[in-house]
């Protein structure tokens, strides 16, 4: 086949731009509108998750690409380029070998450089999913929650919090003082609770060790997961940073018995210059494909 240069003939290319569609981060309004939008879209998967699919692992897989999604949608303030500036550098690891039977534990490990110091920190939180019940009569079980599991998980794992999936929106207070009705004159008045509803709401282990009815515990402490990732773990306020990230992991592998557990790895730049990474130096670790962002 021939190949023609049309070039000579005074053809001009036109360069075709590429919209950037993510928005610019802003430190104060932004946070409340990612946890928003974390919420929502995982409640979506949830909620709309056939009953043959409703498996930990596969739920646990689809929230945590939900979350590189919607992380993926911001950029830093005054970037024009749309490859560069990422807010969030988001990348998931998994133990390579055999697949064990389920993962629906998580460990998110976030990084960050703040701007008074040379050297970013990193620091480390975790998640133990539990779906309930996809039958209608089940649905505020919990068949996978064991409380001798979550002894031994809480005894070796810091920074650790239950996620619960739930099939159907359930109520949860967020009220800044736990179990107090949300707008308790219409409470008395009708006789019913004003909460919010959620599909993934989270409860702290520990609470949950001294408590053990995990419905309870939902509706009087239970935190939504979109408030709880960003405001807790992703901004860095409550991770554990008592030793060095590799070692942190390491002692948790050992606890995460007959699952595949997920290791989340989010890096959080204040500045386009910022090219930094969390290096995990662990054997047996490979790195999880996710479609391109937008396909």
């Not at 619960?164 to 949300?182: C, D, H, I, L, V």
């Not at 402490?221 to 990230?245: A, K, M, P, Q, T």
Request: charged fraction near 25%; aromatic fraction near 12%.
């Amino acid at each position: 086949m021939t190949k023609f240069d049309y070039a000579k003939f005074g053809f001009e290319r036109e360069e075709c731009e590429v919209p950037d569609f993510r928005k610019k981060f802003d430190p104060i309004q932004t946070p409340s509108e990612l946890s928003s939008n974390i919420q929502k879209v995982v409640d979506q998967i949830l909620s709309q998750c056939p009953d043959c699919d409703w498996q930990e692992d596969l739920l646990t897989f689809k929230v945590i690409e939900a979350l590189r999604n919607v992380l993926a949608e911001y950029k830093l303030p005054n970037v024009e380029s749309p490859f560069d500036g990422a807010k969030f550098d988001f990348e998931a690891y998994k133990l390579t070998g055999k697949a064990e039977q389920t993962h629906g534990d998580i460990a998110v490990i976030i990084t960050r450089l703040f701007p008074d110091k040379v050297k970013p920190v990193s620091g480390v939180a975790f998640y133990e999913a539990k779906a309930s019940g996809s039958d209608h009569y089940e649905r505020w079980s919990f068949p996978a929650f064991c409380v001798q599991q979550l002894r031994r998980l809480v005894s070796n794992t810091p920074k650790l919090t239950y996620l619960f999936y739930n099939k159907q929106s359930r109520q949860y207070n967020s009220t800044r003082w736990p179990g107090a009705p949300e707008d308790r004159e219409r409470t008395e008045t009708w006789g019913i609770y004003t909460g919010p509803e959620a599909n993934a709401i989270t409860v702290d282990a520990n609470f949950l060790k001294q408590y053990r009815d995990v419905n309870s515990a939902l509706s009087n402490v239970g935190e939504c997961f979109g408030s709880h990732f960003v405001e807790r773990i992703l901004s860095g306020r409550d991770l554990d940073y008592s030793r060095n990230v590799d070692e942190t992991i390491r002692r948790w592998l050992k606890v995460t018995r007959r699952a595949s557990p997920l290791i989340i790895s989010v890096s959080v730049y204040e500045d386009i210059a910022q090219t930094f990474s969390t290096q995990l130096e662990l054997p047996g670790l490979e790195k999880v494909s996710f479609p391109e962002i937008g396909s």
